[in-house]
């Protein structure tokens, strides 16, 4: 039986085999397998190691003349590490070297890897006519259709001419890399090209095309991808679906879609998020393409849930608004005072959220000292500025006469929000916006206004009655 192939080989069983190399001082030996290493670690996401192994083989070859072919390979291992850290000149330089060592001996198929290697920098360095012409030379140098240089290249060509607005070359190429036997990396490449090139002919208002190349991607996606990237693919699976008319191909699609974020490890804000869009959409599609109000009931109040958990006040809005009209359809009375109490408590929450970020500033950018306090009144518009009447909230009943007076001019929806910056840690330290939603049914207690979605304002444990003296003299005074 013949050895097995480096690459075939785990990163351990690659350190062990050099580790036998140093000792018996085989300096050759210690060259190839140190360049197998660093295709190893870059793999795995180390490109400091992978550069450093690399080096060490390139050194070896020139210090002890080894064969071409080995300090070819050494030198490609160092150009992908290079490239891997964003060096194109190192890059570059090894490739070229590379390229004319093979190119002695008549390598073809080694070169036209090289060559789809030196395209790819070539179109992320902007120059997309050489990066042309280097891919095409590659394709045209690899023999037979299983080589992994050729797919590379060929991915390479259809992501240019994706991003020169050829969505259905580059989709071809895409698919026969994928129908070629592409596995592994490349495989998932060609997914997401796929999947890239589906929301080109979605948005150009193609749904059949759009679904056929997101049905060709999924199988990949499935066996190759991360959670997070199946959730998207079938939620844009699932819209080409109701888009063109097909409702219970749509519905299957985004409840798999559903059951990936409920099944995943760990559901945060951004899931929770997803999974309520989803559900939203499935109770949107039941309601107005399919005319199933009783339907769509318990997807779209399991969305206003989990969109409430995530925060999402932008989309209580729209799932409230969604149920008061199944309401209306359903001659649900109840239901539609119901639904449109919670619409406009939402709306108002969303209107107060902006205004705290115009008045406050983003969560972080101060002490809660250096900010004061905010009272809005809900008008059914923008938020008015509540004017709380001079002295202290313990000043007795004429205080408490001239609040009211004034809540019935700003708030005449009897509603009103207190803003503020929240004071957490023990430090003191402004890490979120304070939102207390007020009405005489109770406080709603939310922050947010921090991080990567300012828009989101999770609820918080509402103060213990009698613990905030201006929110029990707002309470007091719109009852």
């Known amino acids: 039986?013949?050895?097995?192939?480096?690459?075939?080989?785990?990163?351990?069983?690659?350190?062990?085999?050099?580790?036998?190399?140093?000792?018996?001082?085989?300096?050759?030996?210690?060259?190839?397998?140190?360049?197998?290493?660093?295709a190893a670690l870059l793999a795995e996401g180390d490109g400091d190691g992978a550069r450093r192994h690399a080096e060490r083989a390139v050194a070896l070859c020139r210090e002890h003349h080894l064969a071409d072919g080995v300090l070819a390979r050494a030198l490609?291992?160092?150009?992908?590490?290079?490239?891997?850290?964003?060096?194109?000149?190192?890059?570059?330089?090894?490739?070229?070297?590379?390229?004319?060592?093979?190119?002695?001996?008549?390598?073809?198929?080694?070169?036209?890897?090289?060559?789809?290697?030196?395209?790819?920098?070539?179109?992320?360095?902007?120059?997309?006519?050489?990066?042309?012409d280097l891919l095409a030379s590659a394709l045209r140098g690899t023999a037979g259709g299983?080589?992994?240089?050729?797919?590379?290249?060929?991915?390479?060509?259809?992501?240019?001419?994706?991003?020169?607005?050829?969505?259905?070359?580059?989709?071809?190429?895409?698919?026969?890399?994928?129908?070629?036997?592409?596995?592994?990396?490349?495989?998932?490449?060609?997914?997401r090209l796929l999947q890239q090139a589906g929301e080109v002919a979605g948005?150009?208002?193609?749904?059949?095309?759009?679904?056929?190349?997101?049905?060709?991607?999924?199988?990949?996606?499935?066996?190759?991808g991360t959670g997070d990237a199946l959730v998207v693919l079938l939620r844009l699976l699932g819209g080409a679906c109701r888009r063109a008319g097909e409702l219970a191909a749509?519905?299957?699609?985004?409840?798999?879609?559903?059951?990936?974020c409920t099944d995943a490890?760990?559901?945060?804000?951004?899931?929770?998020?997803?999974?309520?869009?989803?559900?939203h959409d499935l109770g949107d599609m039941a309601l107005t393409d399919?005319?199933?109000?009783?339907?769509?009931?318990?997807?779209?109040?399991?969305a206003l849930t989990v969109s409430d958990a995530a925060g999402s006040l932008g989309r209580v809005v729209l799932v409230a608004s969604a149920l008061h009209q199944a309401a209306v359809r359903l001659g649900d009375t109840g239901g539609v005072e119901r639904w449109r109490a919670v619409q406009a408590r939402a709306a108002f929450a969303v209107a107060v959220s902006r205004e705290a970020l115009r008045l406050l500033g983003p969560a972080g950018s101060g002490e809660p000292g250096e900010a004061p306090t905010y009272v809005l009144g809900d008008t059914g518009g923008a938020p008015h500025v509540v004017r709380i009447p001079g002295g202290r909230v313990s000043d007795g009943a004429i205080w408490r006469r001239r609040l009211a007076a004034e809540l019935r001019r700003a708030a005449p929806r009897?509603?009103?929000?207190?803003?503020?910056?929240?004071?957490?840690?023990?430090?003191?330290?402004?890490?979120?916006?304070?939102?207390?939603?007020?009405?005489?049914?109770?406080?709603?207690?939310?922050?947010?206004?921090?991080?990567?979605?300012?828009?989101?304002?999770?609820?918080?444990?509402?103060?213990?009655?009698?613990?905030?003296r201006l929110v029990e003299a707002l309470r007091a005074a719109l009852r």
């Not at 992501?159 to 607005?165: S, Y």
């Not at 929240?422 to 207390?436: E, N």
Request: aromatic share 2%; charged share 30%; hydrophobic share 40%.
């Open 1 to 38: 039986m013949g050895e097995t192939p480096l690459e075939k080989l785990t990163r351990q069983e690659l350190q062990q085999r050099l580790a036998h190399a140093l000792a018996v001082g085989d300096e050759q030996a210690v060259a190839v397998v140190d360049t197998g290493l660093s």
């Open 414 to 468: 009897g509603r009103v929000a207190v803003v503020r910056r929240a004071r957490r840690g023990k430090g003191g330290t402004a890490t979120a916006l304070q939102m207390l939603v007020v009405d005489a049914g109770g406080v709603e207690a939310r922050q947010g206004g921090c991080g990567p979605s300012p828009e989101r304002w999770r609820r918080v444990v509402q103060p213990k009655p009698g613990a905030d």
């Open 250 to 260: 749509a519905r299957a699609y985004w409840e798999e879609a559903v059951a990936a």
């Open 290 to 302: 399919a005319a199933d109000p009783a339907g769509a009931l318990g997807y779209l109040e399991e």
């Open 146 to 191: 299983s080589d992994d240089g050729r797919r590379r290249a060929e991915l390479e060509l259809a992501q240019i001419e994706l991003e020169d607005g050829d969505d259905t070359s580059a989709a071809r190429r895409a698919l026969r890399v994928l129908q070629g036997g592409a596995a592994g990396a490349l495989a998932l490449q060609s997914a």
């Open 76 to 132: 490609e291992a160092l150009g992908n590490a290079a490239r891997a850290a964003g060096d194109g000149e190192a890059a570059t330089g090894a490739y070229l070297e590379a390229i004319d060592l093979q190119s002695r001996h008549g390598e073809q198929a080694a070169v036209a890897t090289l060559l789809g290697s030196l395209g790819g920098l070539a179109a992320r360095a902007g120059d997309r006519d050489r990066a042309r």
């Open 203 to 224: 948005r150009r208002g193609d749904p059949e095309v759009a679904r056929r190349r997101y049905e060709f991607a999924l199988p990949v996606v499935r066996r190759e």
């Open 265 to 279: 490890e760990t559901v945060d804000d951004g899931l929770l998020d997803t999974r309520g869009g989803l559900l």
